[in-house]
């Protein structure tokens, strides 16, 4: 993947700047202002940029909605150093796909960045993936949102329907073929839902996602019914 940095803090920039070019990534920018980085992320068709959401020379929250509009190709990752939900849902109502904290280890925060390039479509090309698609967390932004707003950011708030049915799917014990033949569709899409569900409820298997559903009681044993609990980032 091609990507931009804006962060105000240079040696914490310039470190991950090195992560990423070692895990095989292009760093093609790495700047303090965020209008440089959505200027070089519409040039360079850069798949995503990592955006500081307190840069140290203002302490304000950056316009990520402008650089959002002057780099429609490009995916937004906010990246926090405290744990504050108002800043996180800021970011998330701003168009930012992708929300980590700055405390997660490099894989996690990877698997972010990752997951916001899919969400955001086919990546670097002049339209945006959907508008509806929700942001991809790091399991501490999340755990961030749900101490912050009660259980307003479960994940409730960015499964669609067919991957919450997907979901109820796996917590009944489907396999991959019969989950995909029940729902209609071929066994790549129905892998693609079981991925996407992995992603957004950041487990590593399907047994982390269905122990999780269950636990969160998101769904129950006989179907995919969604939880009614108020939800909103």
């Known amino acids: 993947m091609k990507i931009v940095i ?16 070692g895990a095989g990534h292009e760093v093609v920018g790495c700047v303090p202002g965020l209008e440089e980085a959505a200027v070089i992320s519409a040039r360079k068709q ?3 940029c990592v955006v500081d959401l307190r840069p140290p020379c203002t ?27 108002a800043t996180l849902r800021h970011a998330a109502g701003a168009g930012a796909r992708g ?4 405390g997660d280890d490099f ?4 698997r972010v960045v990752t997951g916001a390039v899919s969400s955001h479509g086919r990546g670097p090309g002049p339209e945006p993936g959907p ?11 999340r755990a961030a949102l749900r101490a912050g707003h009660g259980a307003a950011a479960g994940p409730s708030q960015f499964l669609t329907e067919r ?14 073929a019969s989950m995909a033949r029940a729902m209609g569709v071929r066994v790549s899409t129905a892998r693609t839902h079981i991925d996407a569900v992995l992603s957004k409820l950041g487990a590593h298997s399907r047994l982390e996602a269905v122990a999780y559903a269950v636990r969160e009681g998101l769904v129950d044993t006989g179907g995919w019914q969604r939880e009614q609990r108020a939800v909103g980032i």
């Open 163 to 176: 991957e919450w049915e997907a979901l109820g799917r796996l917590v009944r014990g489907e396999s991959t």
């Open 46 to 48: 850069a798949h995503a």
């Open 59 to 85: 302490g304000r929250r950056p316009g990520i909605e402008q650089a959002v509009r002057a780099a429609p190709g490009t995916a937004f990752i906010a990246l926090s150093a405290s744990a504050d939900a």
């Open 99 to 102: 929300l980590a904290l700055k």
């Open 6 to 21: 804006y962060d105000g803090h240079r040696v914490f920039a310039d470190a991950l700047a090195s992560l990423l070019h």
């Open 131 to 141: 508008p509806d698609i929700p942001p991809v967390l790091s399991r501490s932004a």
């Open 107 to 110: 894989g996690e925060f990877l």
